[in-house]
């Protein structure tokens, strides 16, 4: 962390402030309060003041510049030079994006970061072949399962309209009887509070942000996976910027890593306190339910292995042999 600081503030006194500004536009998918969306607005701010205004970035939260299906395309494209979105959300493009959604592959912060340690090659050098360039990534806590009612097992979701945001999701409500409905992070609290929809699986995060129990009543702790967001910058900009101004960026994204995945942590506890206070009943799923849930996560997994092919199946299997070699 220190050193991390320490890059920031030796680049930043190397970079004299020019005479204007180069002005980054930077769509974000979730509120202003989420904690991605306050580690990114702190990252905007350090590569403002690091770069001396050589760069300014301007967040847009809320999905309030793109919507969070369009915000990856607007940067490959180059309608904005840089962005935030949860990648597994184009798992339609290449399985690959949908490594950290794999059912029950990983239930904790440390074994999604060695996850992460494994995948993270792989993923740059897609993005890099799309035109983006990753600069961090920051993972959500643990997801459980939303609902409007007591689900005991997977019969009792038979039915229920269930919000869905890339292809884990949706498959998931296939196999579980559920009804998958499209709905970005910016549009939760309408849909629940019109019917649109009654379940979703997500942290307590998102749930806590968006005041979910005015419509909902049951969150069920399952720990299905730890799903991440990057925030990417288009790789033409990127290689249009200057070294000191790179060594900066890189300098803000490593302090916005770190920092982003700490809140990812200690938010978990005090989002799924807010769950209770707004009068959810907050607890871990059955045991009958959840070993349903992870037969489905077997199936799931085995399907995107198939899907992602070689790719996929050396990072899982480097996965867990750092998994092995840390017990």
């Not at 999905?63 to 180059?78: E, M, P, V, W």
């Not at 029950?104 to 970061?113: I, K, M, R, T, Y």
Request: glycine residues 8%.
């Amino acid at each position: 962390m220190k050193m991390l600081k320490l890059t920031v503030a030796t680049a930043a006194v190397a970079v004299a402030a020019p005479v204007f500004a180069d002005t980054w536009d930077m769509p974000m998918a979730y509120s202003g309060s989420n904690f991605h969306s306050v580690t990114g607005a702190e990252f905007a701010q350090c590569v403002t003041t690091g770069t001396g205004g050589d760069i300014e970035i301007v967040t847009h939260p809320s999905g309030s510049l793109f919507a969070g299906a369009d915000i990856k395309r607007a940067i490959q494209t180059g309608q904005v030079p840089i962005g935030e979105r949860l990648l597994s959300g184009h798992q339609n493009e290449d399985a690959l994006f949908g490594f950290d959604s794999i059912p029950f592959l990983v239930g904790s912060f440390d074994e999604h970061a060695m996850l992460w340690e494994a995948a993270e090659p792989t993923i740059s050098e897609l993005l890099e072949s799309q035109n983006l360039h990753l600069l961090y990534s920051v993972p959500w806590p643990p997801q459980g399962l939303y609902f409007n009612q007591e689900v005991n097992t997977v019969a009792d979701m038979a039915g229920i309209r269930f919000r869905s945001y890339n292809n884990a999701t949706n498959r998931l409500a296939e196999l579980t009887g559920m009804l998958p409905v499209t709905i970005e992070a910016a549009e939760i609290s309408q849909a629940f509070a019109t019917g649109v929809a009654s379940s979703m699986v997500s942290s307590g995060s998102t749930g806590y942000d968006r005041r979910v129990w005015e419509s909902l009543s049951h969150f069920y702790e399952v720990d299905a996976w730890l799903p991440r967001n990057y925030v990417m910058v288009n790789a033409d900009v990127w290689t249009d910027t200057s070294e000191a101004n790179q060594n900066i960026i890189r300098g803000c994204a490593g302090i916005a890593e770190y920092a982003g995945t700490w809140r990812a942590r200690e938010y978990t506890g005090f989002t799924l306190q807010g769950l209770r206070d707004g009068g959810m009943t907050v607890a871990p799923a059955g045991d009958a339910l959840m070993d349903e849930l992870r037969a489905i996560g077997e199936t799931m997994t085995t399907e995107w292995l198939e899907a992602s092919g070689e790719e996929g199946a050396a990072i899982v299997e480097a996965y867990r042999a750092k998994a092995a070699a840390a017990q």
